[in-house]
């Protein structure tokens, strides 16, 4: 159970292109979602908090404008990185959470994205 | 504010070796505590939670006891498999019972284990 299901796994496309990237919760309903980066060898990075219906909440220095979070329903939430450039290119986890802090977050497989 | 702070890598074992990987926690209320393991080119997977202080998670012969004293949450294996070589995350959930809270990982462990 709590199957994460990211998608798409890799995209490589060229500068000034909006890239989106969907987060399915497959087996449950995620009270939260979650979106993270890592960059190479490092830890995760959280960049945003959402709940279904309402606004995320970005993390300090974190661009809403640039990185835009839609979470339409309890089991998708979608992250599109606008005008994309090279220094965008990393990997993006997403993950999603049942009820309160005290559940684990379940995560994706992650998204490779690379801008030429 | 609350922070994870865990064993520099890389951790080279042998086959059959005993593991340790270290992690220390600060938080001001009651966190839960997690370790997630990251296989190459994979997002991150539960390994094992415990939630209060003296519990034991456990998850596919690997250990680590909520130890609110030392405030730690040690990981252990007995016997290390080549298949455990991948980059292991301690954390911890920073508000237990708020919607808001998140998950505040460690810097990460990246473990080889050689056949």
């Given at each position: 159970g709590a199957v994460v299901s990211q998608h798409p796994s890799r995209v490589i496309c060229k500068s000034g292109t909006s890239v989106k990237i969907e987060c399915r919760s497959l087996d449950f309903q995620a009270t939260t979602m979650?979106?993270?980066r890592q960059f190479p060898k490092k830890?995760?990075?959280l960049m945003a908090t959402s709940n279904e219906g309402s606004k995320a909440t970005y993390e300090q220095g974190v661009e809403k404008d640039k990185f835009l979070i839609n979470h339409a329903s309890l089991t998708l939430s979608t992250l599109t990185v606008t005008s994309a450039?090279?220094?965008d290119s990393s990997f993006y986890i997403c993950s999603a959470r049942v009820g309160q802090g005290g559940h684990p977050q379940h995560f994706g497989d992650g998204t490779r994205l690379?801008?030429? | 504010g609350d922070s994870v702070t865990?064993?520099?890598g890389p951790v080279t074992l042998s086959e059959e070796a005993f593991l340790t990987i270290n992690c220390t926690y600060t938080a001001t209320g009651y966190p839960s505590l997690f370790w997630y393991v990251q296989y190459p080119g994979e997002g991150l997977?539960?390994?094992l939670k415990a939630t209060k202080a003296d519990d034991k998670g456990s998850?596919?012969?690997f250990e680590a006891t909520y130890r609110k004293e030392t405030t730690s949450f040690h990981l252990e294996k007995g016997s290390v498999q080549v298949s455990d070589s991948a980059v292991y995350f301690c954390a911890?959930?920073?508000a237990r019972y708020s919607s808001a809270s998140k998950i505040i990982f460690g810097s990460g462990t990246r473990l080889s284990i050689r056949p």
């Open positions: 979650f979106w993270y830890s995760l990075m450039h090279p220094e690379s801008i030429l | 865990q064993m520099e997977q539960l390994l998850n596919k012969g911890l959930s920073d």
